[in-house]
């Protein structure tokens, strides 16, 4: 059986100095099969270092020189881009002009504000917060420049990587209507969920809810990766065979990679 892990970052991202060739080695030794790399690409991103198109000719370069240097393990390249409604046209015409295997879709800053930070929730309860954040997903999976640009939407519930409320949870049954319209809405354009491991530590369950994940499966959704979103070797396939296990539960039979953005179903044995 495969065992992906579709979320990584390297120093070809502002928050991580882990060299790609780390990055390998450290899937290898996690039992890894199928690792993509996702560096940020966040125009309009109010931290300057964000707010920047990747060198994507150095990125192309690295990630064929470590596919020969490494043949045992299927290297992916991808992007992971930020939505902000006012760069969304731009992030569709740099994304139009180049050959990622997989693209992710990712909601980080909400009113000007990325979620991570504690000052994007002050004056706000978590309800109020939570729902600008959902709404502001919708409106990425709504954006006509970028819908033939992405396959999956990342981390769905990043808000709640950030502790800021006493139970910063974000199950299914706190915003139903929301949660139905955008899985919905991701089954009908034919994308994916990611399925981010990173959110347990912080967060108390992966990205999103397992109760979110269970309504994708119910709605019809079956389209679906599994990422550790490392920044560092000790997090590269962090909790990905635990998250093979939750998906099967919740019904799947199968997990997604990308090639080429086609997508390739691999079973769950
Ligand atoms: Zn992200
Ligand atoms: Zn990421």
Redesign the pocket.
């Known amino acids: 059986m495969k065992t992906p892990d579709f979320?990584i970052h390297s120093c070809f991202s502002p928050d991580s100095t882990m060299r790609p060739a780390e990055a390998v080695e450290a899937a290898i030794k996690s039992g890894i099969t199928d690792m993509c790399f996702?560096e940020?690409m966040d125009l309009g991103h109010h931290i300057d270092s964000f707010n920047r198109i990747p060198h994507f000719d150095e990125m192309y370069a690295s990630i064929c020189d470590l596919r020969c240097q490494y043949p045992n393990i299927n290297i992916h390249c991808g992007i992971?881009a930020?939505y902000i409604s006012q760069t969304a046209k731009q992030t569709a015409q740099v994304l139009s002009q180049q050959n990622f295997d997989y693209v992710?879709l990712?909601t980080?800053c909400v009113d000007g504000l990325d979620c991570y930070l504690p000052e994007s929730k002050r004056g706000r309860d978590k309800i109020t917060a939570y729902t600008r954040y959902l709404e502001t997903l919708y409106d990425s999976i709504s954006d006509t420049y970028l819908l033939n640009h992405y396959d999956c939407i990342?981390?769905i519930g990043?808000i709640a990587k950030c502790r800021y409320y006493e139970d910063n949870t974000m199950p299914y049954e706190l915003f139903p209507k929301l949660f139905d319209a955008i899985l919905s809405l991701i089954i009908k354009n034919e994308k994916g969920i990611e399925v981010?491991t990173s959110g347990i530590k912080r967060a108390g369950h992966v990205l999103p809810h397992p109760s979110v994940i269970q309504r994708y499966y119910e709605l019809g959704g079956r389209i679906i990766t599994i990422g550790s979103?490392a920044h560092t070797p000790d997090r590269v396939g962090a909790n990905v065979a635990d998250t093979i296990a939750l998906i099967k539960n919740c019904g799947f039979k199968e997990f997604t990679v990308f090639n080429r953005r086609v997508p390739e179903y691999c079973s769950i044995i």
Do not use: A, F, M, Q
């Open positions: 979320h996702t940020h992971e930020g992710l990712s980080h990342g981390h990043y981010n979103d």
